[in-house]
Nanobody, 125 residues
Framework: QLQASGGGLVQAGGSLRLSCAAS????????MAWFRQAPGMEREFVAA???????????DSPQGRFTISRDNANNAKNTMYLQMNDLKPEDTAVYYC?????????????????WGQGTLVTVSS
């Protein structure tokens, strides 16, 4: 199971860090990702990270402003993060974390079979 947290209201140019807490023994081998869905829009890929945490991949829009990371070292923690800097009003969305224990690469179109409940990020101008 995945549980996302850390969303909130922030002014443009501000920062937030989202967390995704995972339960289960497959976290350390799972490809993990963040997606977001703005009001009236389709869900879109934000970033992905390999099971080891050594490889990352970003969508064009947040690249350079967002950083995805994960904590595998402490199995009791099993948490993925999304550090978001220089936030823009167009970043406003519900952010979801997702995992694929059978994933190999960082293809955004792979099937993620575990999803968190989403956390709302609102960026005011």
């Amino acid at each position: 199971q995945l549980q996302a947290s850390g969303g909130g209201l922030v002014q443009a140019g501000g920062s937030l860090r989202l967390s995704c807490a995972a339960s289960g023994r497959t976290f350390s081998v799972s490809v993990m990702a963040w997606f977001r869905q703005a009001p009236g829009m389709e869900r879109e890929f934000v970033a992905a990270i390999s099971g080891s945490g050594t490889s990352t991949y970003y969508a064009d829009s947040p690249q350079g402003r967002f950083t995805i990371s994960r904590d595998n070292a402490n199995n009791a923690k099993n948490t993925m993060y999304l550090q978001m800097n220089d936030l823009k009003p167009e970043d406003t969305a519900v952010y979801y974390c997702a995992g694929n224990p059978r994933g190999i690469g960082l293809d955004p179109d792979q099937t993620f079979d575990s999803w968190g409940q989403g956390t709302l990020v609102t960026v005011s101008s």
